[in-house]
Structures are given as structure tokens and as C-alpha cells.
């Protein structure tokens, strides 16, 4: 599975951006997707999941209320809408997938896409 993060760029705090990440993967609807992030000096962490019916999300708490995830297997793409961010928000953002949506809970996806940078200033 190939992907393509892509959507970030510079946002002032209390504003949104919508990220987006192509698959070129025919059987995409199989594929629980993830969103990971790593800010600058810190670990990589998750962000939040979609199952492969888009019927089930989970986030992380930081981002709980103010991030929504979404797919679309239509068109093979995963979308992280970004509500309300705060500087804390600041990081490489990367789309991830796993046949086993506890390998993407648990930051263990098989598949990692490109990164896209977010940066939320103050």
C-alpha cells in the first residue's frame, strides 16, 4: 500500500486545515487507516483511527473534539479534519494502515505514508 499525505502548511492558532492521504491500493476498503504525528524532539504519536467501514474513530485525547477522522473508499482517501489547533498541534503529520486496527492503535501499522508539515502559530 502506497500513501500520500498531503493539505499542511502554516495556520494561526484557532484555526483549522483539513489533511487528505491518497492510496493506491485496490482493496483500500479492507485497511483500518491511522493518523500519526511527530513534533519536533518527541516521539511519534497517534492521533486517530478509522476503522475500514469508516463506522468506528478513536482519538487520542489531546486532539479529542477538535480532530475529526474520515475516509472515503470511493475514492481511496483518508482525510484528518483539524479543528481549533494549538501551537501543541505543530508536527509532521503521516497517514498510516493496517489490516489490524490495533496495529494502527497501538503505532504499529504496516504501511506509512510521506509526511505532511502543520504548523500552528501563536
Known amino acids: 500500500v502506497q500513501l500520500q499525505a498531503f493539505g499542511g502548511g502554516l495556520v494561526q492558532a484557532g484555526g483549522s486545515l483539513r489533511l487528505s492521504c491518497a492510496a493506491s491500493?485496490?482493496?483500500?476498503?479492507?485497511?483500518?487507516m491511522g493518523w500519526f504525528r511527530q513534533a519536533p524532539g518527541k516521539e511519534r504519536e497517534f492521533v486517530a483511527r478509522?476503522?475500514?467501514?469508516?463506522?468506528?474513530?478513536y482519538y487520542a485525547d489531546s486532539v479529542k473534539g477538535r480532530f475529526t477522522i474520515s475516509r472515503d473508499n470511493a475514492k481511496n482517501m483518508v482525510y484528518l479534519q483539524m479543528n481549533s489547533l494549538k501551537p501543541e498541534d505543530t508536527a509532521v503529520y503521516y497517514c498510516?494502515?493496517?489490516?489490524?486496527?490495533?496495529?494502527?492503535?497501538?503505532?504499529?501499522?504496516?504501511?506509512w505514508g510521506q509526511g505532511t508539515l502543520v504548523t500552528v502559530s501563536s
Open positions: 498510516a494502515a493496517d489490516l489490524s486496527s490495533r496495529a494502527v492503535v497501538t503505532g504499529k501499522p504496516s504501511y
Open positions: 491500493e485496490r482493496t483500500f476498503s479492507s485497511y483500518h
Open positions: 478509522v476503522t475500514w467501514s469508516g463506522g468506528t474513530t
